[in-house]
């Protein structure tokens, strides 16, 4: 294709992307911009790290013993305490889940 060929051709393409105009024009259906998402460019080892560290930092054997010393009566938990740690579990259950699916791994 000359220089002058692929110069026309973008200006029929008006808005379209130079191949949607062309695929439109050779299957002839009519021209869409096609939505592309970028992926994110991921640091692997980082989000590998942190989800280690999330493994290994004791929350669930720390809200276990929270849990047992509200059931035994040592601590008395208040609508705050209750609506905070409640808050605290799903944000640690959100950071598990959206790190695995970061990671493209299978949760257990």
């Keep these: 294709m000359t220089t002058e060929e692929r110069a026309w051709l973008e200006q029929e393409a008006g808005t379209l992307t130079l191949s949607s105009y062309v695929r439109s024009r050779l299957l ?9 998402r970028k992926q994110p460019n991921l640091d692997r080892v980082a989000l590998a790290r942190i989800l280690a560290l999330l493994g290994q930092s004791n929350l669930a054997p720390n809200l276990s013993t ?7 009566g040592t601590v008395e938990l208040g609508p705050e305490l209750a609506s ?10 959100l950071m598990r889940c959206d790190l695995i699916r970061a990671l493209g791994i299978r949760a257990e």
Excluded: F, Y
């Excluded at 002839?28 to 592309?36: E, I, S």
């Excluded at 905070?84 to 259950?93: F, G, K």
């Design 66 to 72: 929270i849990t047992e010393a509200v059931r035994t």
């Design 84 to 93: 905070s740690l409640r808050q605290a579990c799903a944000d640690i259950a």
């Design 28 to 36: 002839d259906t009519p021209g869409k911009r096609r939505q592309h």
